[in-house]
């Protein structure tokens, strides 16, 4: 039967354009009871902080990695109203470096930003990470948290890092231990794994200019480019959890740097959800809880607060801490 008409789509002169930042994450929620019995809530928690403290324009791209039925009907309506711009469900689980393979290639941002599902983003986590891309070009991937005394690559991108004259290194325990405590709420026996991190620990902080940035990294959330992605990816995989410490050789491979914010900027919350106020405390970075306490009701800082996530102004009160550090102290 020969075509009737002509479709309509041939005189449409507009097309949409993707934004610069795509935001990306993997959800996997095979049930809602035992160890997901509160995913769905964490997951919520994860995104609407996305949304709520993220001030730069972004899409949000959705890997879901063969969820529940409830789960993927979440998904769907909060695609229906705009808040995920790309989704994808896969009917099964092709484990997180499949998954990855899927989403940053797709991904159409110049800019990607990863986190799994459990993870409550604190105000000013993407523009510190971006003005760490912007400083460091080696840097493969930046997440918004220093790892105190647990990364083993911090040793390779120090030392990519010495061989290179406009990077000044410190070293010492300098990441606060409130952030290293914070981290640890949300991962199985703290007590154990905080003596185990600090073990032989030292923290390297990079400075280049007015920039700074620890040389560490996770991969339960980062911040890189497009540029970087095509180089690494698609990657083998054999295992559902596991096999993303092959992206860390081939980083160091091809001479990247994995590097952290200074300051506290994301969570990781686990399968739980978490009490924010009492797991964050002093480092929430501006967020106020309502008067009940209630642990999930963080509301939006004032506006005299949030100008202090200003890339532009960060950068000028970094520079009169420099100046002042070298009048009082050389």
């Known amino acids: 039967m020969p075509r009737i008409g002509q479709n309509p789509m041939k005189w449409v002169s507009d097309v949409h354009y993707p934004e610069r930042i795509t935001s990306t994450t993997i959800v996997y929620i095979p049930f809602l009871d035992g160890y997901w019995k509160e995913s769905l809530d964490v997951l919520k928690l994860c995104l609407g902080s996305m949304r709520q ?13 063969g ?11 909060l695609r229906r109203r705009g808040e995920i711009q790309y989704l994808v469900l896969s009917e ?55 790892i105190a005394g ?5 040793l390779w991108t120090t030392q ?25 709420a949300g991962v199985g026996d703290p007590e154990k794994e905080y003596e185990r991190r600090q073990i032989n620990r030292k923290d390297v902080l990079l ?15 980062f911040t890189t ?24 050789k081939e980083m160091r491979d091809l001479g990247y740097w994995r590097l952290a914010t200074t300051q506290y900027l994301v969570h990781h919350m686990g399968n739980r959800v978490p009490d924010l106020r009492s797991e964050l405390g002093g480092i929430s970075m501006g967020i106020k809880f309502s ?27 970094k520079r009169v801490n420099t100046i002042s550090y070298k009048l009082l102290y050389k």
């Open 225 to 248: 480019t497009k540029r970087v992605v095509q180089a690494l990816f698609p990657s083998d995989t054999t295992i559902p959890l596991g096999d993303d410490h092959q992206f860390d």
């Open 92 to 146: 099964h689980n092709v484990g997180k470096v499949g998954a990855w393979n899927i989403l940053f290639l797709a991904a159409p941002g110049e800019i990607i930003a990863y986190c799994d599902s459990d993870v409550y983003f604190l105000p000013g986590w993407l523009e510190a990470s971006l003005e760490i891309l912007e400083e460091f070009p080696e840097a493969g991937i930046v997440t918004a948290q220093p």
């Open 67 to 77: 969820s529940c039925e409830e789960v993927q009907d979440y998904l769907l309506d």
């Open 207 to 221: 400075s280049r200019g007015v920039t700074q940035a620890y040389a560490t990294a996770s991969h339960f959330q």
């Open 160 to 184: 990519a890092a010495q061989k290179n004259p406009s990077v000044l290194i410190q070293t010492g325990c300098l990441i606060p231990e409130e952030y290293l405590v914070a981290h640890l």
């Open 150 to 154: 647990g990364d083993v690559s911090s």
């Open 53 to 65: 403290n993220t001030q730069l324009p972004f899409d949000l791209m959705v890997f879901d990695n």
């Open 291 to 317: 008067r009940s306490g209630a642990s999930n009701s963080p509301v939006p800082e004032s506006s005299k607060i949030r100008f202090l996530h200003s890339s532009f102004v960060r950068r000028i009160l």
